[in-house]
């Protein structure tokens, strides 16, 4: 982890409160500990046990107010010499005598996007629904908070149920509300729609570049302006979609990348008829099944779902209830 600071080991903010930073480190522990597989292919035992020392040195710093203020007066300093001026316009990633890049200019690295057309959960387009989608974050973050989670799947029995519009509304309620960093990854590759939501050019790389080892992942991901929200697009179709989402490096990917973000939500296949579904299973901490009102049997659900087997399916969105409102209910 050389260049990280000790909030960056923790993955929070230089304003994070106590109860921030006591949420992180634990979260820091199940991710490193003996008894998680995570990073087992990127980091050897004797790395991670590197990395277990340096996460428990940033929090006997952080949590303790004076040792706190004194580590911040030293990172001030170190990050005032690297830059040549003591004035900066956001927080910085910085260890003295190492070095850094500022948040902000990673930031503009990311192309950034605009939506075509205003998500249905801004208060301005539909107060209620926005409001339905505050609280399945909320019972997300309490999951998270309990048991360490970080990367939810997003699914349904079958296709046309909404999986992709809940992703994206989900996803933006949880950066814009809740300023957490997010990132959605398309993984639905034999059918991808996440670039009919986005105003963006469809000569970049994205999710199928990344899986088939010809892109880099930072490099095949955009920013919805003015948030924290993050897409990996697919760009394209891809017929053999579970040899890719198969291969070692679609788990490396995810592994990594929950380091880099609060939250990743993959936009993923229906489980019925494809095999892709049982696959993503296996990485993900939980999934989210999408069904549409009025239109999706009980029976077929009842199939979808047992066919994952002993799959951590932690909630149910109701998609399309009868209401006088808009299309979209939860």
């Not at 639905?188 to 469809?202: A, H």
């Not at 053999?240 to 990594?256: A, D, V």
Request: aromatic share 8%; proline share 5%; with cysteine.
């Amino acid at each position: 982890m050389n260049g990280k600071n000790f909030y960056d080991l923790l993955d929070v903010m230089p304003d994070a409160t106590a109860e921030e930073i006591d949420a992180a480190y634990k979260r820091a522990k199940a991710t490193y500990g003996e008894s998680s597989v995570a990073l087992y292919s990127l980091y050897s035992d004797d790395e991670k046990d590197v990395i277990l020392e340096e996460i428990n040195d940033a929090y006997a710093t952080l949590s303790q107010e004076a040792k706190r203020d004194a580590y911040d007066a030293a990172l001030s300093v170190a990050s005032s010499e690297g830059s040549g001026s003591s004035a900066h316009s956001g927080p910085e990633r910085a260890v003295p005598g190492k070095a850094y890049v500022p948040e902000t200019e990673v930031r503009q690295l990311i192309p950034q996007v605009s939506l075509k057309n205003p998500p249905v959960v801004t208060d301005t387009q539909n107060p209620l629904i926005g409001e339905q989608y505050r609280v399945l974050y909320t019972k997300l973050e309490h999951l998270s908070l309990k048991n360490s989670y970080k990367c939810f799947a997003i699914t349904s029995s079958v296709k046309g149920e909404g999986k992709t519009i809940t992703s994206l509304n989900l996803g933006y309620v949880m950066a814009n509300d809740f300023k957490k960093k997010v990132l959605i990854i398309e993984c639905d590759l034999r059918r991808p729609t996440l670039m009919t939501y986005i105003n963006v050019q469809s000569n970049s790389t994205g999710t199928v570049d990344v899986l088939s080892g010809n892109a880099e992942p930072m490099n095949s991901i955009i920013q919805i302006e003015e948030t924290g929200l993050y897409i990996m697009p697919a760009r394209r179709h891809q017929e053999n979609s579970t040899k890719l989402l198969g291969s070692q490096r679609f788990s490396n990917l995810i592994k990594t990348l929950k380091y880099e973000f609060d939250y990743i939500l993959l936009d993923s296949p229906p489980i019925l008829p494809l095999a892709d579904m049982g696959i993503i299973s296996r990485v993900v901490d939980g999934l989210i099944l999408v069904v549409r009102a009025g239109k999706t049997p009980k029976d077929i659900v009842t199939k979808a779902t047992a066919s994952l087997n002993n799959s951590n399916i932690i909630g149910t969105v109701l998609n399309g209830a009868d209401m006088p409102m808009k299309n979209y209910y939860y």
